[in-house]
């Protein structure tokens, strides 16, 4: 598979999605971008805005074992990792895995899970692997997780912990679609409902894709330029805490993705610009003048983009 076999690929898939997702775009490049870059992924927004139709539609499309958990505060950590089962008849023990082993996993609205079963996403989305009981176990590959969150404050809500959110790559707020996109899906909405997607691709397509990105060239000063971003704004005076080298590693990784998706061989700064506004926001904490002054994360980072000499 070569550049041009791939941004093929990448388009048969935007097609097929397109049968039952009218508009989004945006989160549709993103999601292709965390499969192919590894990563998992984090969407927002209001009810009813079709992020889990979204996931789920992706999922079917790219191939591979899919699961998903429906975010409860009753749930129990046993209910995403598994647990072992005594067997009376036996006397033995076996385990039953829990949803977490597939390849593609949704976590719908992550949010109302409790903090306990929050943190037993931690070790799988950063290592690949889970601990039951002592037992350490590898996931196969390819892993992602595209979990969904409403809105904070919400009943039976819990916040998402700095550690928690830093374990996605990249996060995406989704907005109400435009009139006309709207008017699309009304004349559209029965054929929507009776389409059915057909997988474009199989994990191990998924990840011999993926692999293409190492022939993505990344010149020096690229390198110097995602520095330079992330250490302006952990220095910014509006910064309480600011993003890791996670966050570095992460805009390189989505940058050569991005550019793959182009049908480049390099990336430009362009795409470090485009990857940013995935990578950053939800990575900063923001001292309390921001609100008075009215300064959101994304004003921030246009404005030290705008500041950050861009290499030629």
Do not use: C
Not at 187 to 207: G, H, K, N
Not at 250 to 259: F, V
């Amino acid at each position: 598979m070569d550049l041009k076999d791939a941004r093929d690929k990448i388009e048969l898939i935007q097609n097929e999605i397109g049968k039952v997702i009218i508009g989004h775009t945006d989160a549709l490049e993103l999601l292709v971008i965390t499969a192919l870059s590894g990563g998992h992924v984090l969407l927002e927004g209001i009810p009813g805005l079709g992020k889990t139709t979204l996931a789920k539609t992706f999922a079917g499309v790219i191939g591979g074992e899919f699961k998903r958990i429906q975010m409860t505060p009753d749930l129990l950590p046993a209910d995403v990792l598994g647990v072992n089962i005594y067997n009376p008849y036996d006397g033995t023990w076996a385990l039953r895995r829990g949803p977490i082993f597939t390849n593609i996993l949704l976590v719908d609205e992550l949010n109302r899970a409790s903090p306990k079963v929050q943190s037993a996403f931690l070790e799988v989305m950063q290592e690949m692997q889970v601990t039951i009981e002592g037992e350490t176990l590898r996931i196969g590959r390819p892993f992602i997780v595209i979990a969904t969150q409403v809105p904070y404050g919400e009943p039976g809500t819990y916040p998402l912990t700095n550690v928690q959110i830093d374990r996605f790559a990249y996060r995406m707020l989704l907005e109400p679609p435009e009139a006309s996109a709207e008017e699309e899906l009304l004349r559209r909405i029965d054929d929507i409902d009776q389409a059915v997607v057909e997988p474009i691709m199989s994990t191990e397509e998924l990840l011999e894709l993926s692999a293409l990105k190492e022939k993505v060239h990344v010149e020096p000063v690229i390198h110097e330029y995602i520095v330079s971003l992330v250490q302006s704004l952990r220095r910014n005076e509006y910064v309480r805490s600011g993003p890791s080298p996670r966050a570095s590693i992460w805009l390189y990784k989505g940058s050569r993705i991005r550019a793959l998706i182009e049908g480049r061989e390099y990336v430009i700064p362009d795409d470090v610009k485009a990857m940013a506004r995935y990578v950053i926001p939800h990575r900063l904490e923001l001292d309390r003048r921001t609100m008075l002054e009215d300064i959101s994360p994304s004003n921030l980072i246009d404005d030290v983009i705008k500041e950050t000499p861009v290499p030629r």
